[in-house]
Each structure stands twice: as structure tokens, then as C-alpha cells.
């Protein structure tokens, strides 16, 4: 994964976990069960967040869940240790993905791995790419998640900003079992018009009723991520 490269300049304090792929602020934390309440516990001034539109019915499970699911949990690496973090990432059934604008929505499942031998308690998912994804124009990106296979979509808010912002937009917050494993499945789509863009999605596990303000407190989640296109049709 290209987790580390993207994210660990700024997360070398932030998080305590690692999640596993297929493919600061006040306010209130996220819920514990589930994606209820879409509120953001936080965000900066550069920050810019785009507010999909209500969950779309229930579709069918990933084709690629089954096979997804029998792939083991990454380690740690050396860099996860000096991070902090305690959940590992691995992205399938495909590396990346491309939308576009106006187009069928692309999937993505994301497994959460909880290395260690005792249960990581709330811990709520966030969305993210860079500011200049598109350039100086906003992606205009729909993101939406479920607990994978078959659970109910659920709108996330994408924060579009550059520095390392975990706790914003945070929500769907669960209990980690002791080496357990938690996966859900990303939706994303570009609005008819959307810019042509290009970089990372980052995708962060963070304890929701972390401290923003206190690095220590922030430790116990993790960071991974993976590439996403914005194509303009030809």
C-alpha cells in the first residue's frame, strides 16, 4: 500500500492503527453505532468538505468479497510502529479506480486489521484527498460506505485539504475485537461536469472520542488509502 508514503510526514504522532484495503478541531465525536450521525467532530481553515446526498437504496454484495476476505492481514511495518498505529491496510479486488463525471459508481472494499491482542474501542472512519486533487477546482466527488457484504449506504463527507485531518468528517465508529476484523465497501462517483483529477484517497481509522488536540490521545487508529482518477470522457 502507499499509505505510509502519502500520510506519514504528518501522522507520525496522529494514529494508532492499521486498516487493510481491497482495492484538530472541537465538536462532537462519532457515534459508536454506526453511521447515524454524519456531523464532523472538527476542521481547519484550509479544509473543504463535499456532503453527498441521501444513502441509496441497498445493491448486492461485491463480487469480490469472498476471495477479498480469505487475503491475510498485513503486518506492521517499521514505519507503522513509529506511527503509532495498530490497524494494517490492503486495497482490492483492484489497486485503484477511475470514475466519470456522470458515470456508474466504482467500489472499493476496505478491511480493517486489528493487530494486537486487545479490542480497539470506537473506532470511526474518515475520508480524504489532497487539496489540488483537481487542480483549483472542487472534485465534485460523491462518497459513500457500508459494512460490507451487504449493509445499508451511507453518505461520508470528503475533506479536501492537505493536512493530516483524521477526526474530520470521522463517523461510522465501532468496536475493533482483539485480532479481529472489520470490512466495508466504498462507493464513489463523480457529478456530471465533475474536473479531471488525479491523486490518493486517503482513508483514516481513528478512535472517535480522541482528543484532537492532544497527540498522545490521538494515537490507537491508522491511516491507508488508495489511488483514485477522475477520467473526462474523450
Not at 481553515?45 to 446526498?53: C, D, F, K
Not at 441521501?54 to 492481514?73: E, L, R
Not at 506492521?76 to 463525471?101: C, F, M, Q, S, Y
Not at 470506537?122 to 462518497?143: K, M
Request: proline share 9%.
Amino acid at each position: 500500500m502507499h499509505a505510509d508514503r502519502r500520510w506519514a510526514r504528518s501522522a507520525v504522532a496522529a494514529a494508532g492503527a492499521v486498516v487493510v484495503f481491497t482495492t484538530a478541531c472541537q465538536g462532537p465525536s462519532a457515534l459508536a453505532d454506526g453511521d447515524k450521525d454524519n456531523s464532523s467532530p472538527g476542521t481547519s481553515a484550509q479544509a473543504t468538505r463535499t456532503h453527498s446526498p441521501p444513502a441509496a437504496a441497498k445493491s448486492s454484495p461485491n463480487p469480490g468479497f469472498a476471495t477479498f476476505q480469505d487475503k491475510p492481514c498485513p503486518k506492521l511495518t517499521a514505519a507503522d510502529k513509529a506511527n503509532g498505529h495498530l490497524i494494517t491496510t490492503v486495497a482490492g479486488p483492484r489497486e485503484g479506480i477511475a470514475v466519470h463525471p456522470g458515470g456508474e459508481p466504482q467500489t472499493v472494499l476496505v478491511k480493517l486489521c486489528n493487530t494486537t491482542g486487545k479490542a480497539l474501542r470506537d473506532i470511526a472512519l474518515s475520508a480524504q484527498v489532497e487539496w489540488n486533487y483537481a487542480g483549483d477546482q472542487p472534485p465534485r466527488l460523491t462518497v459513500e460506505r457500508r459494512e460490507a457484504p451487504d449493509g445499508d449506504w451511507h453518505p461520508v463527507e470528503l475533506v479536501v485539504a492537505n493536512d493530516y485531518q483524521p477526526l474530520t468528517g470521522a463517523s461510522g465508529a465501532r468496536d475493533l475485537p482483539a485480532h479481529g476484523i472489520r470490512t466495508v465497501e466504498y462507493r464513489i462517483s463523480a457529478a456530471e461536469g465533475a474536473p479531471a483529477g488525479r491523486g490518493w484517497l486517503g482513508i483514516h481509522a481513528v478512535r472517535a472520542d480522541a482528543d484532537p488536540l492532544d497527540m498522545d490521545d490521538m494515537r490507537g487508529g491508522g491511516s491507508g488509502g488508495f489511488p483514485l482518477t477522475t477520467a473526462t470522457r474523450k
